[in-house]
């Protein structure tokens, strides 16, 4: 019996696709355990993570196939959920959320890193 492929994701990638998570959860009302469980999701757990997903392929300019590796899809199920979220796009509130997680994450990352002492 063939396992299920896994392909290695860095400790960075991790904690950026959490922060989408987390972000969309907090905008959302989903919660960040759901959205990340395997399986069959409720409707709203589903979308938040494909949200989630969009806004990491975006904010962090990830290919398709490196947000499937971070998330444990195959790069068709995260296109699939990118389309949706870009069809939802038409709608302004979807487009003003999408907005201001992207700017969020961008004001995150685009100052200088702070390296804790030690």
């Not at 999701?41 to 499937?68: C, K, N, Q």
């Not at 199920?77 to 949706?84: G, L, P």
Request: charged fraction near 30%; aromatic fraction near 8%.
């Amino acid at each position: 019996m063939l396992e299920d492929y896994r392909a290695p994701v860095g400790e960075e990638d991790r904690t950026k696709a959490g922060l989408a998570v987390h972000l969309v959860a907090a905008r959302t009302g989903a919660l960040p355990d759901r959205m990340t469980a395997r399986g069959r999701l409720d409707p709203l757990s589903s979308r938040a993570r494909w949200l989630a997903m969009y806004l990491s392929h975006i904010a962090f300019g990830w290919t398709l196939e490196r947000v499937g590796h971070v998330f444990g899809m195959n790069r068709t199920t995260v296109s699939a959920a990118c389309r949706w979220v870009e069809d939802e796009r038409d709608s302004r509130a979807i487009d003003d959320l999408l907005e201001q997680l992207e700017a969020c994450i961008a004001g995150l990352y685009d100052a200088p890193r702070w390296e804790m002492p030690q």
